[in-house]
């Protein structure tokens, strides 16, 4: 052993290792006997053991005997929480300048492809004997805490209850299940019809929180328990957050987002992948349009992948309409419609929501704000928790948050949501009818194949009047945008199956109910505006199909009730557009009318009060 080694060791060290020094032993002594015993040994050893428990207990643990301190605050009885609990967490990637790329050495074409020839295009929904479900949640993991808390809370629990279909806007979209709507009736052709189009509209994929919540909001939540951090502490079931980090950005896809968009393109393709032969044989490309938000683009691109295969280019045209202010869009009309950022007419949802909240969140609050030290918890926030369980797990897979409540709170929560779309973006709100009027106008005029004859809503002259940019005549659409303008649209088309519970009450959930976001409004939601031929129908056929649950069509005038929820084209467009003559666009979005909030006043069809009417 070298000399150093030995000097910079501590002495303690220093005296169990071996020596090199010359060490004479003392000579051994004489053995003498003690007076002690065989009890007096186990008792010393006893002893040094009680001692030794006494001080792992006083000195080393983080417990303490109650007897010999006083009760503190239960704030004093634990750590506070990490100076970094509610703190954004951000993993940039890709890095802005790798120093290991090197573009040229890694073309993404380097010819030698093989053999490349194609089959038949597929034709699920005309050829198969059924039509696949989609079950809405891969990659996403439930609480495993979920059975615990429902069987300790309601003697009704279902163990078949999945809480990813009870997220309103923010569950992952699934097929729901047949009849849902009130047509016992599946999206395959009916009898004796067979397919000839489709009119797609669906909904950006799982996204991250949006900059602004009127209710809620994540980020709001987590900044405030991050400023104060060096103030409070968790215990129990909220442990967690001793260490917990906000890990969402903001309004952009999630990489499940992204899936979903791409699951979606593909199932169309292998529903609806023969109508290409259309263009073949008319030696066109189909035009799908988007918006140029993010995640509207990039929902666009990951359907178009899906549908068309990588690479996509020279199979089809997409148009990206700007979403802005002043800029007309059909698939974004709150840009132009004054009226739809006037809160006290767009965002009347908030008090109807704020009562609900405090009449199924009150268990939750009682359970856990005893587990928040330092920080008081309300309604409020007991509330962003919900919402971070489903942000947190369309994000990153899962959510700790999603273990603190029970099935009806989970049935509360997505109820909250409905009552939030209802009175904001469907049939409840005074500017829901206006802003999707402009989406059934250019219906209308594809059904028809006839340019929009006057634009005084939120169509867009300049490129609906363009053959290239808005083509007629053809067999495919593809439209991509927001939860509220698929509401929107839902209420202009007067699909009145869905208002009949209308007003929603905020004291109780209607049983049986037909009016659930959750159905109409999750992520990816796609309505499919299926056209036919049908042997026993001298008309065209048109059957509106929502998340593959067929949607009767008896709120339309001229639709009758019908089996399959078909109805003849030529008496949808005569409603349609008829129903385009009575909304007055320049009175709902700029007219100086006013309603007063909560149930003094009220729609169940989504329109402004009349003019002359007491609160206009």
């Known amino acids: 052993m070298s000399t150093s080694y030995k000097e910079s060791a501590d002495p303690e060290s220093q005296a169990l290792l071996p020596q090199d020094n010359d060490y004479v032993p003392p000579p051994p002594s004489s053995p003498v006997r003690g007076p002690y015993r065989l009890r007096h040994v186990v008792l010393a050893f006893a002893a040094g053991i009680l001692s030794a428990v006494v001080v792992e207990f006083l000195v080393c643990s983080r417990y303490t005997l109650p007897f010999l301190i006083p009760d503190p605050q239960p704030s004093v009885l634990a750590d506070f929480a990490s100076p970094d609990a509610g703190s954004t967490e951000v993993h940039r990637f890709p890095p802005p300048s790798p120093t290991n790329a090197f573009p040229s050495l890694f073309p993404t074409h380097v010819g030698h492809a093989g053999p490349t020839p194609t089959g038949a295009e597929p034709a699920l929904v005309a050829t198969a004997p059924s039509y696949p479900l989609h079950t809405g949640a891969p990659h996403l993991l439930g609480p495993l805490a979920l059975n615990r808390n429902s069987s300790g809370s309601s003697p009704k629990s279902d163990s078949t209850f999945d809480i990813f279909k009870h997220w309103g806007n923010l569950s992952p979209w699934f097929s729901v299940e047949r009849g849902s709507f009130g047509v016992d009736s599946g999206p395959e052709a009916p009898p004796t019809c067979r397919v000839t189009g489709l009119h797609l509209l669906h909904r950006h994929g799982a996204r991250y929180p949006t900059e602004w919540a009127s209710y809620g909001g994540p980020a709001n939540f987590s900044a405030r328990l991050h400023n104060s951090a060096d103030g409070w502490t968790t215990t129990g079931d909220l442990e967690f957050m001793n260490n917990w980090t906000y890990k969402l950005g903001e309004e952009i896809l999630t990489p499940f987002g992204r899936q979903q968009l791409f699951d979606l393109g593909v199932s169309m393709r292998m529903k609806y992948g023969f109508l290409l032969q259309n263009f073949t044989e008319s030696n066109t490309l189909p035009v799908f349009r988007t918006e140029s938000q993010d995640r509207m683009l990039a929902s666009a691109l990951n359907f178009a992948i899906g549908f068309f295969g990588y690479p996509f280019e020279g199979q089809y045209q997409q148009s990206i309409t700007i979403e802005d202010n002043g800029y007309n869009n059909t698939l974004a009309p709150y840009k132009t419609c004054p009226n739809a950022g006037d809160r006290t007419k767009s965002d009347r949802a908030i008090p109807y929501v704020k009562q609900w909240a405090s009449i199924y969140l009150k268990d939750a ?74 989406y059934v106008q250019e219906l209308v005029s594809r059904l028809t194949h006839t340019p929009i004859p006057v ?63 959750s159905h109409l409004a999750p992520f990816a939601t796609n309505i499919q505006f299926q056209l036919l031929t049908c042997d026993s129908h001298p008309d065209p056929q048109i059957r509106i199909i929502i998340n593959d649950g067929v949607v009767p069509l008896t709120g339309i005038r001229g639709c009758p009730e019908d089996r399959d929820g078909k109805c003849p084209v030529p008496a949808f467009v005569d409603a349609q557009r008829e129903i385009i003559g009575k909304t007055d666009w320049n009175w709902a979005c700029h007219g100086n009318w006013s309603v007063p909030p909560g149930p003094a006043w009220n729609t169940t069809t989504g329109d402004a009060p009349e003019p002359g009417s007491v609160f206009a």
């Open 455 to 517: 634009h005084n809503s939120s169509t867009n002259a300049t490129l609906d009047d363009n053959p290239a940019t808005f083509p007629l005549g053809q067999s495919l659409y593809v439209d991509a945008t927001h939860e509220v303008v698929v509401l929107n649209v839902i209420t202009a088309l007067n699909l009145t199956n869905f208002a009949v519970d209308g007003p929603l009450p905020a004291d109780h959930i209607p049983e049986h109910r037909a009016f659930k976001s």
């Open 365 to 438: 609050l009682d359970r856990l704000r005893p587990q928040m030290h330092g920080y008081e918890l309300t309604i409020e926030d007991v509330y962003v928790l919900q919402q971070l369980c489903a942000y947190e797990t369309v994000a990153i897979g899962y959510s700790k948050f999603c273990e603190l409540f029970t099935e009806d709170e989970w049935k509360g929560f997505n109820y909250a949501l409905d009552l939030y779309f209802w009175y904001d973006s469907a049939f409840g709100s005074p500017v829901a009818r206006v802003q999707g009027i402009g």
